[in-house]
Every structure is written in structure tokens, then in C-alpha cells.
């Protein structure tokens, strides 16, 4: 297991320790002002039972394979940083996240298939474990909640997680509290894709700009 922290990802406040031009465009961004909230552990209402059976409907239409690319900006406690980002999802127990800052000459790989997950671009190699968070964390120091984040960049809860809260805003997912993160959705596409995704909780958070989705993963 990893302890050190690599300190090149990591920005000062003017980006001064990874210059990206990326530490500056991932631009903080609010969810439509949600309509109708609601709390799927008490909430009775006709209108919340509607919305959240229509997105769970919505969601089982999602299984196939998709990718994108895009940009992250990343946060734990006072430390913060960008990068590009491309993520493929094969399947169902099959992805890949390619993470890369170009200036600061750092990548990583993370492939998980079947609960077995590899992380490269370590300086000291190739590392393996059950859980794909867990190796982001102990190699780069950040949260990053790769497996629920599977799910919230499609628009839909994890459903491996029970859900606390939803917000809708005329009939769409706006927000959603999930796992002790609080995710929004300030923008989506034309077909009602996510273009920006914003999770966050107390000493984390990671800010998505999706800038290109592809149908089928390569």
C-alpha cells in the first residue's frame, strides 16, 4: 500500500505546484434550483413516487457500454488539483479511468474488471486490490468515489447505495444525496446526458466537466 502523497499533484492556490491550464476550467457551476424534494425513506408523496420510479426506469435503459473525456478538479481538505480525465465502462464489472496532467508529466490507469482493480503509473509499479478507490487514495491522496461515480456521471443514483435524498427540477434530476456525498447537476447535453457533475461532502470534492461522450466505449 501506498503512503506517500506525490506532491506534484498537488495546486497551491494560484495553481503555482501543477501549472494546468486545466486548474482554472473546470468552473464552479449551480444545479437548477430543485422543485419537488424528496426523502425516498419517509416521503409518501405521489409526485416524489412517480419521479424516482421513472428514474430508476430510466436508469435500467443505461447498462451498456459508454465512455467520455473531459476534465476533474479534485479536492481533499485544503489540497486540490486537475486533470484530464477519459473513462471507459465496458460492462457492468469492467472500467477504465485514465487520469493525466500533461505539464506536471503524471498519468495513471485504473482498470477494475470482476472486483480485482490495477492501478498504473506508479513510481513503484503496478498495484492491485479489491477496490479502485481505495488505490486512487493511497497513491494520490484524494477521494475519488470511482464506483458510485459510475452511476452519477449517467444522471442516476449508485444503486448499490441506499439513497437519502432526491432533488428534481420539473420533472429532471437535479441533485441527489448518496453515500454522504452531495451530488448536482448544473448542466446536461441536448439528449440529457450530464456535461458537468459536481460530488461533494465535507473534505472532498471532485468537479466534472464532461466535454465529449461516445455512445459505445471503444
Not at 465496458?90 to 470482476?114: C, F, I, M, N
Not at 472486483?115 to 477521494?143: H, I, M, N, P, V
Not at 432526491?166 to 453515500?179: D, H, M
Not at 456525498?181 to 447535453?189: A, Q
Request: glycine share 10%; proline share 7%; charged share 20%.
Amino acid at each position: 500500500m501506498i503512503r506517500s502523497i506525490p506532491r506534484s499533484l498537488y495546486i497551491a492556490s494560484a495553481c503555482g505546484l501543477l501549472a494546468l491550464s486545466a486548474c482554472a476550467s473546470v468552473p464552479r457551476a449551480s444545479a437548477p434550483t430543485p422543485t419537488l424534494t424528496c426523502d425516498p425513506r419517509v416521503s409518501r408523496m405521489a409526485a416524489c413516487v412517480q419521479q424516482i420510479e421513472a428514474l430508476d426506469a430510466h436508469a435500467a435503459t443505461l447498462a451498456g457500454p459508454w465512455a467520455f473525456s473531459g476534465r476533474a478538479a479534485i479536492r481533499h481538505a485544503s489540497q486540490s488539483g486537475s486533470v484530464d480525465i477519459d473513462w471507459t465502462n465496458a460492462g457492468p464489472a469492467d472500467y477504465t479511468v485514465a487520469l493525466s496532467a500533461p505539464l506536471a508529466g503524471q498519468a495513471w490507469r485504473l482498470h477494475e474488471v470482476a472486483g480485482r482493480a490495477t492501478l498504473e503509473g506508479l513510481k513503484g509499479g503496478t498495484r492491485s486490490g479489491s477496490d479502485g478507490a481505495s488505490l486512487l487514495r493511497d497513491a494520490t491522496g484524494f477521494e475519488i468515489p470511482v464506483g458510485s461515480l459510475r452511476a452519477w456521471v449517467r444522471g442516476v443514483p449508485d444503486a448499490t447505495r441506499p439513497v437519502d435524498r432526491y432533488l428534481f427540477a420539473n420533472g429532471v434530476l437535479v441533485g441527489l444525496e448518496q453515500g454522504g456525498w452531495h451530488i448536482d447537476y448544473p448542466e446536461r447535453d441536448s439528449s440529457g446526458l450530464p456535461r458537468r457533475i459536481n460530488a461533494a461532502r465535507p473534505d472532498d470534492s471532485v468537479r466534472l466537466a464532461i466535454d465529449r461522450w461516445n455512445a459505445a466505449a471503444p
